[in-house]
């Protein structure tokens, strides 16, 4: 069975600090690597996705991420966050017939002024 | 396009009441999935379609809960007896091979409280 870990539960940072969001996935086969953004009160919303090719991936907001696939991490990065970056935060995997998605468990964060 | 449709955005019902949740995909996608939210076990998917033909149900938690989808452009989720344990938010989402590769557009949620 396909398992996504995402390490931490809340990220607390202030306002223009460096983040980043870990994300751990199992799976032997090739994948299909997302993050998505839940705000309050609202649905999902893809922040970037990787494919194939480069292994480092540019979303929307600044956000990107890196594809390691020795290591099986997929580590969400933003050199300097907002106070509008404040979210929750869901790592997703597809894998084999790639329409069913595997998600974390969620990261929290929380930009403080 | 105005994303995916799901009403009602809150349902409170009472415990042994039918619940009926719905979802308007976005128009053009041939893949409709339904989710449930909840604190203690996360974002679960319960069951998805493909061009209105249920492919995995294995997500779907017992008898009690079932989904159609009548037509490309509707679908439903029940739940009939709802118990407090049904409280959740559940999402729909859907998306489109030619859009690809499988990227999945959601819907706001439906929060639901069973009392």
């Known amino acids: 069975a396909q398992s996504v870990t995402q390490l931490d539960s809340q990220v607390p940072v202030f306002e223009e600090a460096p983040v980043e969001l870990r994300c751990n996935y199992s799976s032997s086969v090739s994948v299909y690597l997302f993050w998505y953004v839940q705000y309050p009160n609202q649905g999902l919303q893809l922040l970037l996705k990787y494919l194939s090719g480069s292994t480092l991936v540019k979303g929307i907001n600044g956000f990107e991420a890196e594809f390691n696939k020795s290591q099986t991490s997929f580590h969400l990065r933003k050199p300097s966050v907002h106070i509008s970056d404040t979210a929750e935060y869901f790592c997703?995997?597809?894998?084999?017939?790639?329409?069913?998605?595997?998600f974390g468990s969620g990261t929290k964060l929380n930009v403080k002024p | 396009d105005a994303g995916v449709i799901q009403s009602p955005r809150h349902e409170v019902t009472e415990m042994g009441q039918e619940v009926t949740l719905r979802c308007k995909p976005i128009s053009g996608h041939d893949y409709l999935f339904w989710y449930r939210q909840t604190m203690m076990r996360g974002l679960e998917l319960l069951i998805y379609f493909n061009n209105n033909v249920p492919i995995d149900d294995s997500g779907m938690p017992e008898d009690r809960f079932s989904a159609k989808m009548p037509n490309a452009s509707f679908s439903t989720l029940k739940i009939q007896p709802s118990e407090p344990r049904d409280s959740a938010v559940y999402f729909c989402?859907?998306?489109?091979?030619?859009?690809?590769?499988?990227?999945?557009?959601f819907g706001p949620g439906t929060r639901l409280t069973v009392t």
């Open positions: 997703a995997v597809s894998v084999g017939n790639f329409n069913k998605f595997y």
């Open positions: 989402a859907s998306s489109s091979r030619l859009d690809g590769p499988y990227e999945q557009y």
